[in-house]
């Protein structure tokens, strides 16, 4: 059981210890939610420092409910200033005629996430400090529709993450875009992340115990040694009420 539930860390490069500096965008669809590994790694970013959580899809009742059945109370987090929660649903970014249009709007929450960080650090997070984003393509509809507006956020973001030492986290819907193939937006991401974590549905259809298929590219250790065995994982998961439980195809009877 230990060794099924340390793949997904293993995956993500994580055993090692801290996740400073890392970028890691998480891809899924109707079918296969990915907001398990969101959750995951909350809960693992809040053992040993701080989280920035921007909050486009749920309130904070609802992840609040979700880490308490993973042994992880928030609203203690919270009044420890461990866990900063940024509810983005009342998000208001007008048009062009209002003050602020959604560049404006997301050029404030970039504001607000920047000096999170920069307090965290300076009370002695620095390197344990995680920006998280739980649906950029709810952020790309608070601006308005502009994909660039969500990639100049984005890279602002990527630059607290090389000044800090801090690790991004982001989830997107790659369903959603296609009837248009694969768009700029997460093209980019794809190509920003260090890490890039996809979760489907399995191909061989539904399963009573297995609740679809993750696979993982981890950019950051592909030379010398480890390259080919891994750069990429590709397995199993079925999400339990308190955790996640990965293993390889084939290891279930």
């Known amino acids: 059981m230990e060794r099924a539930s340390n793949l997904l860390d293993e995956a993500l490069g994580l055993n090692g210890g801290g996740s400073g500096g890392t970028v890691v965008v998480i891809e899924d669809c109707v079918e296969t939610s990915g907001a398990f590994v969101l959750h995951h790694l909350l809960k693992r970013a809040l053992s040993g420092g701080v989280v920035i959580f921007v909050a486009f899809a749920h309130p904070f009742s609802h992840y609040d409910r979700i880490l308490r059945k993973m042994g992880c109370n928030l609203v203690v987090q919270r009044d420890n200033k461990r866990f900063i929660f940024l509810d983005m649903l009342t998000l208001e970014c007008p048009d062009g005629d209002g003050e602020k249009n959604g560049e404006g709007g997301l050029f404030e929450l970039y504001g607000k996430i920047q000096n999170a960080v920069e307090v965290s650090a300076l009370a002695g997070s620095k390197g344990n400090i995680s920006i998280m984003i739980d649906d950029v393509s709810l952020?790309?509809?608070?601006?308005?529709?502009?994909?660039?507006?969500?990639?100049?956020?984005?890279?602002?973001?990527?630059?607290?993450?090389?000044?800090?030492?801090?690790?991004?986290?982001?989830?997107?819907?790659?369903?959603?875009?296609?009837?248009?193939?694969?768009?700029?937006?997460?093209?980019?991401?794809?190509?920003?992340?260090?890490?890039?974590?996809?979760?489907?549905?399995?191909?061989?259809?539904?399963?009573?115990?297995?609740?679809?298929?993750?696979?993982?590219?981890?950019?950051?250790?592909?030379?010398?040694?480890?390259?080919?065995?891994?750069?990429?994982?590709?397995?199993?998961?079925?999400?339990?009420?308190?955790?996640?439980?990965?293993?390889?195809?084939?290891?279930?009877?």
């Open 139 to 253: 952020m790309e509809v608070a601006a308005n529709g502009s994909s660039n507006h969500v990639l100049n956020f984005l890279h602002y973001c990527l630059t607290l993450t090389t000044q800090f030492v801090c690790s991004l986290f982001v989830l997107n819907h790659e369903d959603i875009y296609s009837s248009m193939g694969r768009p700029m937006l997460i093209l980019q991401m794809e190509y920003l992340a260090e890490v890039i974590v996809k979760a489907e549905p399995l191909a061989t259809g539904l399963a009573a115990d297995v609740h679809g298929q993750l696979t993982v590219v981890n950019k950051r250790i592909c030379e010398g040694l480890w390259s080919s065995r891994n750069k990429m994982g590709n397995f199993h998961f079925r999400v339990r009420e308190n955790a996640v439980e990965c293993f390889y195809p084939g290891s279930r009877t």
